[in-house]
């Protein structure tokens, strides 16, 4: 039966091959523009570590002074030095690393290679086991080399190819601006997107190649990147940030279970109030403690363009689809008469209904296939794109899958009425006249 | 032309010319918002910047390892840059208008306040203004007895600061609206600085919100050659490839291990700072042309349909004594009320579509313009599109009359 269908839906769209081809290019564009804009929605709005978002937790506290202060007010985005410190210090939770970010000038011993800049990022050393970041040479630091400023480095796997041709560097020194760090570890490709762990840098295409203790750092004053914020009155320099009153680190707690993190709350709240008792905060208690997820969220990490963009595409395809709806319409009933005899015959509206809606589906599928090559044409536009976030726009198989799904859903949505309102035809009528 | 046979021919075709409808609403609502927010970014790519910009350069560097006296060798640079034919004014700045990375202070007008008037971003350096070619519209310019050393601000503890700054109108008239800034003394934490000249415009590195893209102020501080900072080179627009190319060369001949971040003309420092919005505008443009042809080529189609369907009852009317002319009009009078009640509804679609994106988008209400210039569009892609199936129908021989099918 399927067969038939099939067949006389093939002789039906031959019969009139501008206008199949017209439905055909009209779902094709539809389905090519949303899924373009959809798969770099899908791309952008990912979980960055799906095995352990729900457990990694992002601590925020207020240590401002009164100024501005209204009942309202958010607490800072990053946390200043003491508080780090005390957080850190604290060990509350399974892991848990202090970081900020920083751009380091490298200078390759090997002479072919001209000395350039690499983002950095100066952490301690929880930062590696928490994240699950996979090593192909070496280890991470220890925390005892944390505390004692030890000169070392973890490199990436790209960093590693660039100055080492791919070798096991451990145990070599790599000359960052002017001091020699000893590499302990070099990570295999991790890239995790968004940047979850530090939004101040650009959010997408930040690659770090180079991961420095964090003391370490401070102590040979590497050059740090993102923002810092500050109140009162003494400015930063660069070099007391420790002491001055700002904030400008990330911290990140592992709390391996809800019953931790409302535990971790609560001793946030108890750190607030033992420092405002102790004169350091003026505020009132004011913490946050999100997971990754709702960190992303309340960052909007997903650029207000890319979404508009989904819209506007799926704007164009409910377009396409009417067009496609009105087409049809008047394709079926051109063919009452046909219709007619079939019923006359004896053909059930069911029967009729089905083989319209084949017909329907056909062209679906048609135009799946075009506008999946279209979304292939259109994420290929959106990576010759300047924006930050144009690499990572590629098609993956759930999305592929979802393209054919759309499609023949959308256009057997969009067949349903044309072929009801067919079946409706009174088989005396159409055989009466002509 | 009776339109009430149209009408009556219509009913009959009651969903096709309901769907016709919504078609042209649609298109006519998205068009209407999509030209509306190409508008919008066109305004925004376009706003001043305050700068010359066809006479302005921008180079940044960083040095490898920590270098002492920072000072000494930024003077070294500029007195070399200075020594380039061609350069009329160059400057050591802290940033760069359109630069991205910025250094933002908030301002009060009493210590005491608890809340701060306004956020605005620093630019630090010495002759900055001259650098970048920002017209002085008040008061006057900076000179070099204002300036201070930073090494001194740090030295003393914020002690010795500059007492004078230059501020750019839009912050001046935040603060001291419809009067005059120069004389004003501004707080920046409890630090008083008087207010001597007003810019007319110098525009932030970095814009989070458009209202307050233009709060800018010009501090007259000496800056160390620290890494991440800027040499602005002022030239004449043809001198500029030249010029960025020996400025290059000279602070390599001073110091070979040094590092160039960013070299290029203050044309691409606009044309990268708006890079998305120009994509963003690609995609609308593109979005508007597909939904045109989609639109057009479907009243085709349909057009086509009908006439095929129609064929006897033009025939007949042929036959009857109307000429090919009443034919022609009868199509083309039948898309323009189609396409009509289609704008009409398009219209307060668009409107609907704009209040959403008012919510979630810092827009302005979609001016009336808008839905006329897109009604005038879409009569004109509606008659277009129709043209060709209303020839085919008024190209019907009347003997079809008495032919049957």
């Avoid at chain 1, 439905?23 to 959809?38: D, E, H, N, R």
């Amino acid at each position: 039966m399927f067969a038939y269908n099939l067949e006389m839906a093939l002789r039906s769209l031959k019969r009139n091959r501008a206008l199949t081809l017209l439905m055909v290019l009209a779902i094709a564009l539809g389905i090519g523009a949303s899924m373009t804009t959809l798969t770099v929605l899908h791309v952008l709005s990912g979980d960055p570590i799906p095995e352990s978002s729900a457990q990694l937790y992002y601590p925020q506290l207020d240590p401002r002074d009164m100024d501005g202060y209204t009942s309202t007010s958010k607490p800072p985005d990053q946390l200043s030095y003491p508080d780090g410190m005390a957080l850190l210090k604290a060990a509350r939770g399974t892991h848990q690393a202090l970081m900020t970010g920083g751009a380091v000038p490298i200078q390759p011993a090997q002479s072919g290679i001209e000395p350039f800049i690499e983002d950095a990022r100066y952490t301690t050393a929880d930062f590696f086991p928490m994240f699950n970041v996979p090593f192909i040479f070496g280890h991470a630091w220890a925390s005892t080399e944390d505390a004692a400023k030890a000169r070392v480095v973890v490199i990436t796997r790209e960093l590693n190819d660039k100055i080492f041709n791919g070798k096991d560097s451990t145990g070599q020194s790599l000359r960052v601006n002017g001091h020699d760090l000893r590499i302990v570890g070099v990570i295999d490709n991790w890239r995790p997107n968004p940047h979850f762990y530090d939004l101040n840098m650009s959010t997408f295409s930040e690659k770090e190649n180079v991961f420095v203790p964090l003391f370490t750092a401070r102590d040979l004053l590497l050059e740090r990147n993102g923002s810092s914020d500050c109140w009162g009155n003494n400015g930063n320099d660069g070099e007391h940030m420790e002491t001055s009153d700002c904030v400008w680190l990330q911290f990140w707690v592992q709390l391996d279970s809800p019953a931790k993190a409302a535990d971790y709350k609560e001793f946030l709240v108890h750190y607030s109030q033992e420092q405002k008792a102790l004169g350091r905060f003026q505020r009132p208690p004011n913490v946050q403690l999100r997971n990754v997820i709702e960190w992303l969220d309340y960052n909007k990490v997903v650029p207000g363009d890319v979404r508009l963009q989904v819209w506007l595409a799926l704007g164009f395809l409910v377009v396409c689809l009417v067009n496609t709806v009105g087409l049809m319409l008047a394709k079926f009933l051109r063919r009452a008469s046909e219709l007619g005899v079939r019923r006359a015959l004896g053909a059930s509206r069911r029967v009729i209904f089905t083989q319209l809606l084949v017909e329907a589906g056909l062209v679906g599928l048609v135009g799946g296939l075009g506008g999946l090559l279209l979304s292939l044409l259109g994420l290929w536009l959106v990576r010759l794109q300047p924006s930050d976030y144009a690499s990572l726009a590629r098609l993956d198989l759930p999305m592929l899958l979802a393209t054919f799904v759309l499609a023949v859903s959308a256009t057997l949505v969009a067949g349903m009425l044309p072929a009801w309102r067919a079946c409706q035809v009174v088989p005396a009528l159409q055989l009466k006249s002509n | 032309m009776d339109i009430m046979p149209i009408l009556a021919s219509l009913r009959h075709h009651k969903i096709t010319a309901l769907l016709v409808v919504l078609e042209i609403a649609l298109t006519c609502a998205i068009v209407c918002n999509s030209v509306f927010l190409i508008s919008q970014r066109i305004d925004r790519m376009n706003m001043p910047s305050g700068v010359a910009e066809d006479e302005v350069i921008q180079i940044q560097t960083a040095d490898i390892g920590r270098r002492a006296d920072t000072m000494a060798r930024a003077r070294e640079d500029l007195a070399a840059i200075e020594k380039i034919a061609g350069v009329k004014n160059v400057a050591l700045s802290n940033q760069v208008p359109f630069g991205r990375s910025s250094n933002n202070s908030t301002i009060k007008l009493d210590p005491n306040q608890k809340t701060e008037s306004l956020n605005a971003t620093m630019y630090q350096g010495q002759d900055v203004i001259q650098a970048l070619g920002a017209q002085v519209i008040a008061g006057r310019d900076l000179t070099h007895e204002d300036n201070v050393d930073l090494s001194v601000v740090i030295a003393s503890k914020l002690t010795v600061i500059p007492k004078v700054v230059v501020i750019s109108s839009g912050m001046a008239e935040k603060l001291w609206p419809g009067q005059s800034a120069v004389g004003k003394t501004i707080y920046l934490g409890d630090k008083p600085m008087m207010v001597v000249g007003v810019l007319r415009h110098l525009v932030r590195p970095s814009i989070w919100d458009w209202n307050t893209a233009d709060y800018s102020i010009v501090i007259p501080m000496r800056i160390g050659a620290t890494p991440g900072t800027n040499y602005i080179i002022r030239t004449a627009p043809a001198d500029r490839e030249r010029v960025l190319q020996q400025a290059v060369a000279a602070l390599k001949v001073i110091n070979p291990n040094r590092l160039i971040l960013k070299k290029r003309s203050f044309d691409e420092v606009r044309r990268e700072y708006f890079q998305d919005d120009r994509s963003m505008i690609g995609l609308l443009v593109g979005v508007c042309v597909a939904l045109l042809v989609v639109t057009a080529l479907g009243i085709v189609g349909l057009g086509s349909f009908w006439v095929a369907q129609r064929r006897r009852q033009i025939g007949v009317r042929r036959a009857l004594g109307a000429t090919r002319a009443n034919i022609l009009h009868y199509f083309q009078t039948e898309n323009f009320i189609l396409t009509t009640v289609g704008i009409a509804a398009g219209a307060a679609l668009a409107y609907g579509v704009n209040g959403l994106l008012m919510q979630h988008y810092e827009l302005p209400r979609l001016p009336g313009a808008y839905p006329a210039a897109g009604a005038i569009l879409l009569w004109l892609v509606g008659q277009a599109a129709v043209l060709w199936p209303a020839l085919r129908a008024a190209a019907v021989p009347p003997v079809v009359a008495t032919r049957s099918t």
